[in-house]
Structure formats: C-alpha cells, structure tokens
T-cell receptor, first 108, second 120 residues
Framework: GQNIDQPTEMTATEGAIVQINCTYQ??????LFWYQQHAGEAPTFLSY????GLEEKGRFSSFLSRSKGYSYLLLKELQMKDSASYLC?????????FGAGTTVTVRA | GAVVSQHPSWVICKSGTSVKIECRSL??????MFWYRQFPKQSLMLMAT?????????EQGVEKDKFLINHASLTLSTLTVTSAHPEDSSFYIC????????????????FGPGTRLTVT
C-alpha cells in the first residue's frame, strides 16, 4: 500500500493563492491524482501527474517530483466555491489510494 | 468526461435487512469497477475491486460475505450490504476505470455520485 500525507486544514482569503502539499511512499508508482470533494458529494477529478514537473489547468496547477515522493496542488485566484476537501491519490500497479484530504476554507 | 451513475443516492434501512446499490458506467465499458466507503470527515477507503466476469478482490478487513459484489456486465456492478447494522451507515462511492482502446479512453477513474446509507 501507500503512505500518503497531506495537511488536514488550510484557510485562505478570496483571491489569494493556496498550495496543498502531498508526500507519499509507494512501490510501483503509476501516477498521482488530485480530486476535489464537496461535502456530501463524490470526488471530481482535478489533475493527473505521472512525469516530473508542473501541469497547469486554468486556476489549478499540480506538480510532481517522483524522486522526492512529493506533489503539490496550487489553487490561484481563490473563489468561495473552492471551499472543499482536496484529496491526493496515488496509483500503484493495481489500485488508487487516497490521502485523508485537506479541507480548504476560503474566506471573504 | 465519462459518466458513472449510482442508484439509489440515499437509502434508509432497518438493522438486519439487505440493501443493494447499483453502479453503472453510462458511456463507456468498464472492465474494472471499485467500491469505496467514506465515513464523515475521513478519506475514501477502498473496499473491493470488481472485475467483469470474475470474483471481486476484497481489501483486508472487508467481509466478502457481508458486502456482496456482482459485476455481471461491462456497464454494471452491484454492491449488496447484507444484514446491515448501524455501523455500516456510511457514504458508499463506486468508481469505474475507462481503459484505453484504439478509439481513445484512458486509465482515468470516474466516480459515481455516491450512495448515503443509513441503518436504523
């Protein structure tokens, strides 16, 4: 299995930038995913990294360093609707395992 | 992106009864589906991996006789919670993998909207 660590909570102001870090340990790494989950809803896909580097998609960017077992999700120009839980998930050869999630609260 | 549906979205049942949850991939064929359980303020925990036409693979600690999984077709997997107890109350989420083919697709996993089960 994997050990996936991410902060429990983060708070930021509307319009600001927040970076959510994720560290992992796994055998047979086959990709890292970030999902957004609003309370009471299923996760929705945000990003996928399998090679080192930065993937940018609109206001969201994700970075991966496989040698360090490290990823981050960068949320820019925060909006109130971005208040949610953000899940880091790592795939090995067989399955996708999730971190505990980081609850981001955006304040006006 | 691909769409995965779940039915029902919520269900309340009495202790000792059984509940069936359906998971369907609507616009792709999913040879593999996954069942997760999520307790409040916790992350998703994989319960089992369901492969079409074969027996499901259960994660350690998940009772296969209590959580029956059937993946009879490429678009449908069902999870039956047998003899439900209040501690089985949780948010159950299925996920389907869209394997790459000559016409496209990827190994991305798509999640259903979830089923909230409450056992009284």
């Amino acid at each position: 299995g994997q050990n996936i660590d991410q902060p429990t909570e983060m708070t930021a102001t509307e319009g600001a930038i927040v970076q959510i870090n994720c560290t992992y340990q796994t055998s047979g790494f086959n990709g890292l995913f970030w999902y957004q989950q609003h309370a009471g809803e299923a996760p929705t896909f945000l990003s996928y990294n399998v090679l080192d580097g930065l993937e940018e998609k609109g206001r969201f960017s994700s970075f991966l360093s496989r040698s360090k077992g490290y990823s981050y999700l960068l949320l820019k120009e925060l909006q109130m609707k971005d208040s949610a839980s953000y899940l880091c998930a790592v795939r090995d050869r067989r399955e996708l395992s999730f971190g505990a999630g980081t609850t981001v609260t955006v304040r006006a | 992106g691909a769409v995965v549906s779940q039915h029902p979205s919520w269900v309340i049942c009495k202790s000792g009864t059984s509940v069936k949850i359906e998971c369907r991939s609507l616009d792709f064929q999913a040879t593999t589906m996954f069942w997760y359980r999520q307790f409040p303020k916790q992350s998703l925990m994989l319960m089992a991996t369901s492969n079409e036409g074969s027996k499901a693979t259960y994660e350690q600690g998940v009772e296969k006789d209590k959580f029956l999984i059937n993946h009879a077709s490429l678009t449908l997997s069902t999870l039956t919670v047998t003899s439900a107890h209040p501690e089985d109350s949780s948010f159950y989420i299925c996920s389907a993998r869209d394997p790459p083919t000559a016409s496209g697709g990827s190994y991305e996993q798509y999640f259903g909207p979830g089923t909230r089960l409450t056992v009284t």
